[in-house]
């Protein structure tokens, strides 16, 4: 098993200074959030670009683990042809990058003026295409278990993989927002979703004074004991990535600093890998980089 730093936790810095990070902080790879304001915007990108973020990573020791744009729209052809677009500049620049996977999002839900058997249906069709252009590339989509898509529990996720029923798509296991929603435990949720397994993204669960559910650093106190976790994802036989989803960008007021919170975030998880099941879970004092 080996972790990954989401550039979601970066704000401030370009690919390149991400990158750095990543390597000073003990990360195995990265997770680039792709788009015109994140650290690659795919489409902006040049051949000589994508060769020296390439050439850098690899001088630093850095692997990428998963390229994350935010394309999803399949409700109309225009759309779908825009999204598979997307899906294509995508897979192409994860095959330049050795990078084995691309996060999907699978459809929108709920969508105004749609019944949901009419998004599924549109979804499910357009990610069989994406599939195909997957392939082509030697790349995987991995489809996130997330608030607002069709696949935001466990069951839902099984669902629609069953219904798109491609080698090349499988699950980005985000248990935040599968805990959020509350249908299924842990277990179920492994259960349903371990022959999909390609992906899992990490981070904890608090909440507000008034109940509202937020997410927060993996290695804070919260309901999600990702040592435990992590325990069941090895008796899975998973040995794929877990990305520290650290969303400074989107909540920027509370998390610590980049290079204090997500060095203790990749030690607390280099640590719950590290450790033999049963033990105690290992709590970092955080330190700056």
Same mark, same amino acid.
């Given at each position: ?6 550039? #979601? ?117 357009? #990610? ?162």
């Amino acid at each position: 098993m080996k972790t990954a730093g989401h550039t #979601m936790g970066m704000p401030g810095m370009d690919i390149f200074e991400s990158i750095n990070f990543c390597a000073r902080a003990g990360f195995d790879g990265i997770e680039v959030r792709c788009a015109e304001n994140g650290q690659m915007h795919l489409e902006a990108l040049s051949a000589d670009d994508i060769v020296r973020i390439r050439d850098h990573a690899a001088v630093e020791g850095v692997e990428f683990a998963c390229l994350t744009p935010y394309y999803r729209d399949f409700m109309s052809d225009e759309a779908t042809s825009a999204t598979l677009d997307g899906f294509r500049l995508a897979c192409g620049v994860a095959r330049e990058l050795s990078c084995p996977l691309v996060r999907a999002i699978a459809g929108q839900w709920p969508l105004k003026g749609f019944e949901r058997s009419e998004v599924f249906a549109r979804t499910v069709a357009g #990610m069989k295409e994406a599939a195909i252009i997957a392939e082509d590339f030697g790349v995987k989509l991995a489809c996130e278990t997330h608030k607002g898509y069709l696949t935001w529990s466990a069951l839902e996720m099984a669902e629609f993989l069953g219904a798109v029923d491609s080698d090349e798509v499988g699950v980005l296991w985000d248990h935040y927002w599968v805990h959020v929603r509350g249908e299924d435990t842990l277990n179920q949720a492994l259960n349903l979703l371990s022959p999909w397994l390609l992906h899992v993204h990490a981070k904890n669960l608090q909440h507000d004074a008034d109940g509202s559910p937020h997410a927060a650093m993996v290695s804070a106190d919260g309901e999600l004991d990702w040592c435990l976790i992590i325990n069941h994802l090895k008796a899975i036989g998973y040995e794929g990535y877990i990305t520290d989803e650290y969303e400074k960008f989107w909540h920027p007021e509370r998390y610590p600093e980049t290079e204090v919170g997500m060095a203790a975030d990749a030690e607390f998880l280099r640590q719950c890998i590290l450790q033999e099941p049963g033990k105690p879970s290992f709590d970092p004092a955080p330190q700056p980089l």
